[in-house]
């Protein structure tokens, strides 16, 4: 079992930038698939970026590439989203998510372990 906290979130005027970070305790780190999602009030759970075990391959929704990196330090057992040019339909609550899988995955369903989540708000 793995436990996720994540951090970072806050408040940032449209066009700002924020820097996300997830960190992970409990069994090693690098075993796992990493996902960001979010989930703003009255909607459902939506991708945001998902990076693979080691690192080397990343895959992002449409509505954030380009604007959004995901990375991990397997050594600090520790995975970031670079948020940069934030819109307001940004805002959302943040989570990362961790899956018994190597590749990158996109589905709620594939990841086993949720963080708490961290409050991302983006004025206009």
């Known amino acids: 079992q793995v436990h996720l906290v994540e951090s970072g979130g806050g408040l940032v005027q449209a066009g700002g930038s924020l820097r996300l970070s997830c960190a992970a305790s409990g069994r090693t780190f690098s075993a796992y698939a990493m996902g960001w999602f979010r989930q703003a009030p009255g909607k459902e759970r939506e991708f945001v970026a998902t990076?693979?075990?080691?690192?080397?391959?990343?895959y992002y929704a449409a509505s954030v590439k380009g604007r959004f990196t995901i990375s991990r330090d397997n050594a600090k057992n520790t995975l970031y989203l670079r948020m940069n040019n934030l819109k307001p339909e940004d805002t959302s609550v943040y989570y990362c998510?961790?899956?018994?899988?190597?590749?990158?995955?996109?589905?709620?369903?594939?990841?086993?372990?949720w963080g708490q989540g961290t409050q991302v708000t983006v004025s206009s």
């Open positions: 998510a961790a899956a018994n899988l190597g590749g990158p995955v996109t589905t709620v369903p594939s990841y086993a372990y």
């Open positions: 990076i693979s075990r080691g690192g080397s391959s990343t």
